[in-house]
């Protein structure tokens, strides 16, 4: 999301609080994508809803919404890198009137396979109201394809109307349910915040429009299912990466003594969920420091290098940005480290009141502050990810996720089956292990990165 986030550097100069302030608020909206403020949706729903439907009702609802941003992470997430690939090698070949066809076509990919699961979970597999199952298959297809429209934000300069989709979506969604649910039940409230999520993805898919369709010939272009070919690597990343954030979950909603049957194959696990949940809010400093920071600078950096190696710049040009871009990155990341870990660090601090405040148990706490180390190393495991990306190193984040997308799911086993002071391990140290791998192929993709520039096809 380089190109947007040099956007949101305007921002900074001259550096006022002002200024400032928008930027990293834009810049926490954007970066943090749907499934974040999703989690702000399911605890503000459930204190919403408290008054209007029962408890069991509150819960169908909140697990349908949880299940629903689940399986489109995991699904999408198939697409996910090869999409941002492909976007990318067309700005690199200045033909960008090409994405938005190609983005047409992932958008009706996406909607038809979305459809096909969506039956499945929610149609034959659940056992509600037709209405209900309707309304649950409509809310995953649309947070399915805002997934995918939100690949391509990284592509788009006007900040403000994507910002503004999100907020006024989650908010009208929010609203919605609530109607919904105090008139007609739960199926109307699940249609209501379903009409949010479908607000947001017009408001992607205008922004999409407007910036990119320019004169293209063609309505939805299939030439993106060829990257898939030649990056199988990157279609395999996507979908372990995401199934690696939520093997765990799926794991202590079917198999953890306090998991609850909700319905058919619906499953809740509250006493890790809301843990967990409320752990992974806490990387949204994180997330947005790299988004505004670490990743922009590196961008900046990743250029003028190639800019010196592709337009016969000497040696000392080449080996100075080379220079700058390791100076961009060590700064970046420790800015980033140190962000994160004071958040972190103080909600360690005042877990007990926070748990306190929210109302949780002693087990919730427990876990909560346990899955707050695995946040913060999962933060760092994405960032390092990323500057995989830039350097393509596609061996190494396969590698990576393949041990995060193992290793949380055996752990968590392990976890599972044993009790519950271990809840919460298999996370941590599953997301160590992958932020290990990812750094120690930074470094050393980083000290060699003219030998793997001149010699790409070099392991």
Not at 88 to 99: F, Q, Y
Not at 243 to 259: H, P, R, T, V, Y
Not at 429 to 439: K, L, P, S
Request: net charge neutral; with cysteine.
């Amino acid at each position: 999301m380089a190109g947007i986030g040099f956007e949101l550097r305007k921002l900074l100069v001259p550096r006022t609080y002002t200024g400032t302030l928008r930027a990293y608020l834009y810049a926490g909206v954007i970066s943090t994508g749907p499934w974040i403020v999703s989690i702000v949706s399911i605890i503000l729903l459930n204190l919403i809803l408290q008054p209007v439907i029962t408890e069991s009702e509150r819960v169908l609802f909140s697990t349908t919404i949880t299940h629903s941003y689940a399986l489109a992470l995991i699904l999408t997430g198939a697409l996910q890198y090869v999409l941002n690939r492909h976007a990318a090698d067309l700005v690199s070949a200045e033909t960008p009137d090409k994405i938005y066809p190609n983005a047409i076509a992932a958008l009706v990919l996406t909607a038809f396979l979305a459809l096909a699961v969506g039956g499945l979970l929610f149609g034959a597999l659940t056992p509600e109201p037709l209405l209900f199952k309707f309304a649950a298959i409509s809310l995953f297809v649309y947070v399915s394809l805002i997934f995918v429209a939100a690949n391509y934000l990284s592509v788009l300069l006007h900040y403000r109307g994507i910002v503004f989709g999100f907020l006024v979506g989650y908010a009208i969604g929010c609203a919605a349910a609530w109607f919904g649910a105090s008139r007609w039940g739960l199926a109307a409230g699940l249609f209501g915040f379903a009409t949010g999520h479908l607000l947001i993805f017009a408001v992607l898919l205008g922004c999409l429009r407007r910036e990119l369709a320019g004169s293209a010939a063609s309505l939805a272009s299939w030439e993106f299912l060829g990257h898939f070919r030649r990056f199988p690597g990157l279609l395999v990343c996507g979908f372990l990466y995401n199934l690696g954030i939520w093997i765990d979950k799926i794991l202590f909603w079917q198999l953890s003594a306090e998991n609850q049957a909700v319905s058919g194959v619906l499953h809740a696990s509250p006493e890790y969920d809301l843990a967990i949940y409320l752990s992974l809010l806490s990387i949204v400093p994180g997330l947005t420091v790299l988004f505004l920071r670490l990743e922009t600078d590196f961008a900046g950096a990743f250029r003028r290098f190639f800019d010196a190696t592709n337009r016969g710049g000497r040696l000392r040009d080449i080996l100075a940005a080379k220079d700058e871009m390791i100076d961009s990155l060590r700064s970046g990341f420790l800015h980033l480290l140190s962000v994160q870990a004071i958040v972190t660090l103080a909600l360690l601090i005042y877990a007990d009141r926070i748990g306190d405040w929210l109302g949780i148990g002693a087990l919730q706490e427990g876990i909560f502050r346990v899955t707050l180390i695995g946040a913060f190393l999962l933060m760092l495991f994405l960032a390092l990810m990323t500057i995989l990306f830039y350097l393509d190193d596609r061996k190494g984040a396969l590698i990576a996720c393949v041990t995060f997308a193992a290793a949380n799911a055996g752990l968590s086993l392990a976890t599972v089956l044993a009790n519950e002071a271990w809840y919460g391990f298999g996370f941590v140290v599953a997301a160590g292990a992958a932020m290990f791998i990812t750094a120690w192929r930074v470094n050393a993709r980083i000290a060699r990165f003219e030998y793997h520039v001149f010699l790409p096809d070099a392991a």
